[in-house]
T-cell receptor, first 108, second 118 residues
């Protein structure tokens, strides 16, 4: 069964501190993983995907198949990073399975 | 960039009425659209995959007679909640796949529709 686990519902850090949002997945095939972000009162939008190996807004995520993880990291958090973050897995049928999300709050 | 418009953004209606939610891809064609449901403080749960010109594919546990999906054109999919009851109150979100740019953006999401059944 496909499953995405985000163990932290809430994460609070201070501005300038490193941040890591955890994501673990369960999938029998070769996974395609994504991080989506939802800022307050805005729609869900793609932050990054593991295939592109990009760094968006300072965020990076590395797929670790051994640990079945795709943690999202940023070395220096900014207040504008405060948002809801969802990890998602795409199955072979191109459906997205989402984790429950982590609410990140970056305090001044 | 690709935009998905969802309408209405908020609807309140009496129990027993039917409610139609529209999802439009504004600047691209979408042969596939997806409908999700999100309960408060929970994740998005896929309800069904809407396929242009053919029947929708429903996820396990989703009543197809309760949630009617029509994808009659390449830019419009509709979700009709029939004979809605308070337990159908939720946040409904649609997304659309733009085949032109699958590598960069697998699905574009609408703003969602908050449905409240009294």
């Amino acid at each position: 069964a496909q499953r995405v686990t985000q163990p932290e519902k809430l994460l609070s850090v201070f501005k300038g501190a490193p941040v890591e949002l955890k994501c673990n997945y369960s999938y029998s095939g070769s996974p395609e993983l994504f991080w989506y972000v939802q800022y307050s009162r805005q729609r869900l939008q793609l932050l990054l995907r593991h295939i592109s190996r990009e760094s968006i807004k300072g965020f990076t995520a590395d797929l670790n198949k051994g640990e079945t993880s795709f943690h999202l990291k940023k070395p220096f958090a900014q207040e504008e990073d405060s948002a809801m973050y969802y990890c998602a897995l795409m199955s072979g049928s191109e459906k997205l399975v989402f984790g429950k999300g982590t609410k990140l709050t970056v305090n001044p | 960039g690709a935009v998905v418009s969802q309408h209405p953004s908020w609807v309140i209606c009496k129990s027993g009425t039917s409610v139609k939610i529209e999802c439009r891809s504004l600047d691209f064609q979408a042969t596939t659209m997806f409908w999700y449901r999100q309960f408060p403080k929970q994740s998005l749960m896929l309800m069904a995959t809407s396929n242009e010109g053919s029947k929708a594919t429903y996820e396990q546990g989703v009543e197809k007679d309760k949630f009617l999906i029509n994808h009659a054109s390449l830019t419009l999919s509709t979700l009709t909640v029939t004979s809605a009851h308070p337990e159908d109150s939720s946040f409904y979100i649609c997304s659309a796949r733009d085949e032109r740019s699958t590598y960069n953006q697998p699905q574009h999401f609408g703003d969602g529709t908050r449905l409240s059944i009294l």
